[in-house]
């Protein structure tokens, strides 16, 4: 999923927390199989022992990086369209004022969004055990819930003009936002992201109202 997950600055974080902050930048950049765990305490400026301490193994860690990053992404969803619905009692306008909040969030980030942990994992998923992977597809059920609540609340005042699988339409979001990242990475466009949302809010609006 394609939320950003750094947290803010704070003053030194517990030790647990910054393996997660280098364990989940290192991922991020290059992926789970070549991320060792020597480099991550080499960086942290801890132990074989103090790493162990905090997780068992990569598998253990594997699943606290992704606990972290879908509570994270939970928490700015839940404040995104949480400020939306408060500025807008209408289903749909709350929506498209959700999906602009989410499109500003990533123009803020300036180098572009740093990559999503549930792609991550998916496209190396051999090296993951069953709870990985059952954490994985709980992620993206998990968007696919949520969206497709607000599309049924939209269709009770807004039919739809077209007919069209509110699972579909969720889904969208996701394939949109992770095929997002990637473009924006390769072809080295930040904004293309925040662009792509913006096309959804487009899409979304033209499916339940007319132009």
Known sequence: MPLPTAAPARPRRDTREQILDVAEAA????????TSIEEVIAAVGITKSGFFYHFRDKGVLATALLERYLEREE?????????????????????????????ETMA??????PGCLVAAVCY???????????????AVLRWRRRFRARFDAIA????????IDFDDLADMLSALADGGIILS??????????RQILLYRSFVHSVFLDA
């Open 27 to 34: 991922v991020l950049d290059k992926g789970f199989g070549a």
């Open 75 to 103: 928490a700015l969803f839940d404040e995104l369209f949480g400020r939306a619905d408060e500025l807008h009692e209408d289903p749909l306008h709350g929506f498209l004022v959700g999906l602009k909040l989410l499109a």
């Open 108 to 113: 803020d980030l300036p180098n572009g969004h």
């Open 124 to 138: 190396q998923e051999n090296l993951f055990n069953r709870e990985v992977h059952a954490l994985n597809a709980a």
């Open 156 to 163: 009770e005042r807004h039919p739809p003009r077209v007919p």
């Open 185 to 194: 990475k390769v072809l080295r466009e930040p904004d293309l992201l925040p």
